[in-house]
């Protein structure tokens, strides 16, 4: 899968951030297992997402370099999926959530999944949206004055 990249995402049809969803056993230490062979090849976590069930779990990840995940994760048999997502800056902190969702909900964008990153781009909070419709999603953030980030921007 090709990469791009660029200083911000600010148009649609911009680059978007990866995301890597790794199908892990449900036991003790697997997330660490995998957190320490990305750093070890100096990637880095910036964002993360966990759900389990009682056999596996699916730990959703955006990491500082994703051009090298995919073949880390093949080269060490780590089961995984990918997609784009959407990641918008929240200039004015959690109390633009409601205004972001308003948005989205006027255009009957659907999101499938969300979380923050652990990283602060440019000191300020920034959410990683799994969206039905990305070009439209960035359409209608940017028309509501959103900034969308591209993987340049989260990365170090």
């Known amino acids: 899968m090709p990469f791009e990249s660029s200083s911000t995402a600010e148009k649609v049809g911009a680059p978007r951030v990866t995301q890597f969803s790794i199908f892990l056993a449900n036991k003790v230490g697997a997330l660490m297992e995998v957190v320490t062979i990305l750093n070890n090849h100096n990637v880095h976590v910036v964002a993360i997402s966990v759900q389990d069930s009682a056999d596996t779990a699916i730990v959703r990840i955006v990491v500082s370099d994703p051009e090298s995940v995919q073949d880390i994760f093949a080269e060490h048999e780590i089961p995984h999926a990918v997609c784009d997502l959407v990641v918008v800056e929240l200039k004015e902190g959690p109390t633009e959530l409601g205004k972001l969702l308003a948005a989205l909900l006027a255009a009957d ?48």
């Open 109 to 156: 964008i659907n999101i499938f999944g969300s979380y923050a990153l652990l990283t602060r781009p440019r000191g300020r909070t920034a959410l990683a949206l799994h969206v039905e419709d990305n070009e439209c999603a960035i359409s209608v953030l940017n028309q509501h004055g959103f900034q969308i980030l591209g993987q340049s921007d989260i990365s170090r």
